[in-house]
């Protein structure tokens, strides 16, 4: 017998806002949210979701709603989505659920993306104190592919992933993510050499009731009030999966994650049509509303069996990912190369975080040199589907990183010749980038090399 069609468990009305969906959003995490809905092990079912910002960034002319963006709000996710198994009995704290994406793709009648960079004000990006300014561009698909009109000359198959997927934690978990995040953010600047270099990130985002939407529970109780203060929000990856954005998680991958509340409570959300690695735009990927075709199953006491603590507690662990046969095929890359020195030439020991920072550097340097501005380029290496790396981390003092950038998606030649790079009026792409003026006064950093 053929298999039944999936069962959409979390649907979603495009017309409608977040807190007005049938089954309300939820964008915190916290053990208490609770459950919309359940599913049995092996059963196969469908799950809709908006783009991470619940609707706000809209297929127009105008960067200003990437510059005014709420990020209080995101990232809007469905579920929680109880699991059991084909007795009823949920998954229990110490199990770890596997999780099969067996389906997944833009919802139908909303065949469109964005990729973004925030205002330096208002979060902005890995290289912010470089561009400083918002800037958007839409994506349109074709099938499997992407083409904008603010970056012509560029169409590439995308490699469509949710950027989260996560269990609900604990207390006692919550309570490990507050208290280390909170130091980071009272104790970062003095202790941390990295700040310096990403001065203008937030280091943290701590709990916060502005914004928060927490499902089922009414805004205003007694209850939300309690919640909102201790949920912590959606932005990094954490011990519960979370916001990993890793961009080969696609059709026939599995995550293992651990389940750290009973009925492990699933969520997931900010879909991705195409995304590098990195998503160094930190908006970066190709955004979208989406849905994901899913199944579970529940392996009984899989955190002790197949996690390693990797802290004080059993609750330090990190999930794992098993990637699907599914992904674009290149065989020609141009390969830009970063080392742990920064714009000043100040050498940095070993961090793989500035050598990519110059790597993401070299590369948007290079492209600019065949008509596209340096905010288009650094749009597309946050969503085309480039490859990053940490070459070498043993070498002292310098990290090595890299990143491998496919020449097929370009509609010209972009490697090195013995004659020189074409210039002129004719090569520029036009339109550029939406973009927003920056009205802030903190300093944009300069590559002095540049101006030789």
Request: charged letters at 25%.
């Amino acid at each position: 017998m053929a298999p039944t069609t999936p069962t959409v468990v979390v649907p979603i009305d495009l017309k409608k806002k977040p807190n007005e969906q049938k089954l309300t959003l939820h964008n915190r995490w916290h053990p208490e949210i609770p459950p919309v809905a359940e599913v049995k092990v092996g059963e196969l079912f469908r799950v809709e979701m908006v783009d991470f910002t619940g609707g706000a960034i809209k297929d127009n002319d105008s960067a200003i709603d990437v510059k005014t963006s709420d990020l209080s709000t995101v990232h809007y996710l469905s579920g929680p989505i109880k699991v059991v198994d084909e007795q009823g009995i949920p998954a229990k704290p110490g199990d770890l659920l596997a999780v099969e994406i067996c389906n997944l793709g833009p919802l139908p009648g909303d065949e469109w993306g964005y990729t973004a960079t925030f205002d330096r004000e208002n979060g902005g990006g890995f290289l912010t104190d470089h561009f400083p300014c918002a800037t958007k561009a839409i994506w349109y698909f074709e099938g499997i592919y992407a083409y904008s009109p603010h970056i012509p000359g560029v169409r590439f198959p995308g490699l469509t992933h949710p950027g989260i997927i996560g269990t609900a934690p604990s207390m006692e978990l919550l309570k490990i993510w507050n208290e280390r995040e909170s130091e980071l953010e009272e104790t970062g600047l003095q202790s941390l050499k990295l700040c310096e270099v990403l001065h203008t990130r937030p280091l943290a985002k701590l709990p916060l009731t502005k914004g928060c939407l927490l499902g089922q529970i009414q805004e205003g109780t007694p209850e939300w009030k309690k919640i909102a203060m201790e949920a912590a929000r959606t932005i990094p990856g954490r011990e519960n999966g979370g916001n990993c954005d890793i961009k080969n998680l696609s059709r026939g991958s599995k995550i293992y994650l651990p389940v750290f509340v009973d009925g492990a409570n699933l969520s997931t959300g900010d879909m991705h049509f195409s995304q590098g690695d990195g998503e160094v735009t930190f908006c970066g990927a190709i955004e979208m509303s989406g849905f994901l075709d899913l199944k579970c199953k529940i392996i009984r006491g899989g955190m002790k069996e197949y996690l390693t603590p990797m802290g004080p507690t059993p609750l330090h662990v990190n999930p794992i990912f098993e990637i699907g046969p599914v992904e674009p095929r290149f065989s020609e890359w141009l390969v830009f190369e970063g080392i742990s020195v920064d714009e000043s030439g100040r050498q940095h020991y070993l961090d793989a975080t500035v050598a990519y920072k110059r790597a993401v550097l070299n590369a948007i340097d290079y492209l600019s040199k065949f008509g596209y501005s340096k905010e288009q380029v650094y749009l597309l290496l946050s969503c085309c589907p480039c490859e990053g790396r940490i070459s070498g981390i043993v070498d002292s003092p310098n990290a090595v990183a890299t990143l491998a950038v496919p020449t097929a998606i370009f509609d010209q030649d972009i490697r090195p010749k013995t004659s020189k790079v074409p210039v002129g009026p004719r090569l520029v792409r036009k339109p550029d980038v939406l973009k927003c003026s920056y009205e802030g006064n903190l300093p944009t950093t300069e590559n002095p090399g540049a101006r030789i």
